[in-house]
């Protein structure tokens, strides 16, 4: 059953700009972390941004400047703002959220067994 659901994915050409978001059911907005992940599919989902209660913001060296993770907590809303976009960020992009603790690292660290919720993901592609 899925619980995250993204949208916003598509296709842009190199240097333009998209904005995924991601619906958050109350339950698992109150109690959990949000964050970003991307996967090509066979290789290993990688972290890329990730916000925590305070707001706090931890990105990956491949997205960092050029992607902002943002919530609107009266929506249970988790956005991530690509800017900049290059055909290496093709991918498809879940949605995901998982404890709070110390959950940039987590996020960034690609710890995938910590994650508790999952969305369906968004595919993503960046023509040249």
């Known amino acids: 059953q899925v619980q995250l659901v993204e949208s916003g994915g598509g296709s842009v050409q190199s240097g333009g700009s998209l904005k995924l978001s991601c619906a958050v059911p109350?339950?698992?907005?109150?109690?959990?972390?949000m964050g970003w992940f991307r996967q090509v599919q066979g290789t290993k989902r990688e972290g890329i941004a990730g916000?925590?209660?305070?707001?706090?913001?931890t990105y990956a060296s491949s997205v960092k400047g050029r992607f902002t993770i943002s919530q609107d907590s009266a929506k249970r809303t988790v956005f991530l703002q690509m800017n900049n976009l290059k055909p290496e960020d093709t991918f498809t992009y879940f949605c995901?959220?998982?404890?709070?603790?110390?959950?940039?690292?987590?996020?960034?660290?690609?710890?995938?067994?910590?994650?508790?919720?999952w969305g369906q993901g968004t595919q993503v592609t960046v023509s040249s």
């Open positions: 995901a959220a998982g404890p709070c603790g110390d959950w940039g690292n987590t996020v960034v660290d690609g710890l995938l067994d910590v994650v508790v919720y």
């Open positions: 109350g339950y698992i907005y109150s109690r959990y972390c």
């Open positions: 916000v925590d209660k305070d707001g706090t913001t």
